[in-house]
Structure formats: C-alpha cells, structure tokens
C-alpha cells in the first residue's frame, strides 16, 4: 500500500465531516510519523468537541421532548429592548421535531459570523419562522414592555400566514405574552434552555442586525453598523452632534439631546 504524503493526510483532514473523523483515525492509527500523530490528536480534539456539542443540543431539546405531545412547537424571543435606536424585533420559529442543528445557542453567546451561518441554516431546515417588529415610535407610545409583546404577536401571526395554521404550543423566553390563546410556557433564560427559543433569537437578532446595518446607510454619524443602536460613545458623541433622528426612541435619549 502506497504511503501517503503528510500534506494529502492534511488536506483530507481538512476535508473530513466531523461525522467521519473516527474512520479517518483508525485508517491512520498506525503511522508513526510525527506529522501524522499531530493531525491525529487535532482529529481526536475534534472529535471530543463534536461529541460534547451533540450532548449539549440533546440538553436544549429538554423542553421540546416535555411537551412533545404537541405536534408544532414554536419558540420565541425578542431582541432590542435596550437599544436607544431602532425597533424591537421578536422571531418566532418551528424546528422539525428532534432537529440537530449544532451549535444553535442564546444569540448572544454566538460571533456575528456564526450566527449568520446559522440563521441561513435555520431559515433553510425550519418548519416555519415568523418575524414581528415595533417601531420606535409605537415603543415611545405604549413602552418598551408593551411593544416587546406587540412584536411577539406579529411574529406569531406571521409564522401563522406562511403555515397557514396557529402552532400548538409556544415556548417563550420568559414571558407570557397577552393576548394570545395558543398555550405558552415561559421559560427564564429560555434561549439557554430551548432549541427552539435559541432559533427564535439567532433569527430575530440577525434581522435586526441587517436593519440597523441598512440604517447606518442613509443615517450615517451614529456607527449603527457596530453599535445595532446602542448606546455606545460613538453613539452618544453623533446624538450630541447630530441630535435624533426618526429611528431613535424618544423616551430613551431625554439624557442626551
């Protein structure tokens, strides 16, 4: 059998699925050479890694598995409440049941990078999703709380028209949203907890974040590309500067103009 030359072995390390890392590990198990022995502990590094990350999604499944009785289990969650810009965006997302779509987590523990690699995933595998958004305006007019639960209906009612039925079930992060009759369960820190929670959040964060990257456009002098409305120096310096705009809310920045 020909002897193959390290820089193949790693490049078909490279090309390996992290399903088929223990056959690359036994076809190599007994070269001794240095360079192979170091690409075989990179490849048992990643195979430990991707074991620890199937148990972990099998944790947030914990609560789709309680109630799997319920044929379409919706998650939702909302970003935006704090930021001085901008509306609050609710996501509303069905996975197909037992989905193992690795490394879904909270969107706040996820680089930009990862969570646009999983939004497209999830937005390709998903039963449905549904976007709702409060302006600042309408946040201004019956507050932040108010208009968190307003966006979280309208995410409900949009998944609702593209599935053409209610889901049966919501899981929600934290809270229990008013005036809806589907049943809910509202689960703190629920998009630590919930695969489907976590859906909700990586969805609605990544619709937010192209908002206000598209707001920075043709409302430049606040950095919105980075901040996403928050208030950060940068931030604050273009409201002393510039004073608000149309996307600010009112009720936020009395501080600072």
Do not use: W
């Amino acid at each position: 059998m020909e002897v193959r030359k390290i820089g193949e072995i790693k490049e078909e390390l490279k090309a390996t699925a992290d399903t088929e890392l223990p056959e690359f590990i036994r076809r190599y198990a007994a070269d001794e050479r240095a360079g192979v022995r170091t690409m075989l502990a990179q490849a048992q590094k990643r195979q430990e890694k991707y074991e620890k990350e199937i148990l972990r999604i099998e944790a947030l499944k914990v609560y789709e598995r309680k109630y799997a009785d319920y044929a379409l289990i919706c998650g939702i969650d909302e970003v935006g409440r704090g930021p001085l810009a901008g509306p609050v965006v609710a996501g509303a997302v069905i996975l197909p049941k037992d989905c193992n779509i690795l490394y879904i987590n909270d969107s706040k523990k996820l680089s930009e990078k990862k969570r646009e690699e999983l939004y497209d995933v999830i937005m390709e595998r998903a039963v449905a999703t549904g976007i709702g958004m409060a302006s600042p305006a309408r946040i201004d007019e019956i507050n932040i709380l108010q208009a968190t639960y307003e966006a979280m209906r309208m995410a409900i009612e949009d998944l609702t028209g593209k599935l053409g039925k209610e889901p049966d079930l919501l899981l929600n992060d934290a809270v229990t949203i008013p005036e809806v009759d589907i049943p809910q369960v509202p689960i703190i820190k629920g998009d630590a907890k919930s695969i489907s929670i976590a859906a909700a959040s990586i969805v609605a964060k990544v619709t937010r974040d192209h908002l206000m990257i598209e707001y920075d456009q043709v409302l430049p002098g606040y950095d919105f590309a980075k901040n996403k409305g928050y208030g950060t120096k940068a931030h604050i310096a273009g409201l002393k500067e510039l004073g608000a705009t149309p996307i600010h809310r009112k009720t936020f920045i009395t501080h600072f103009v």
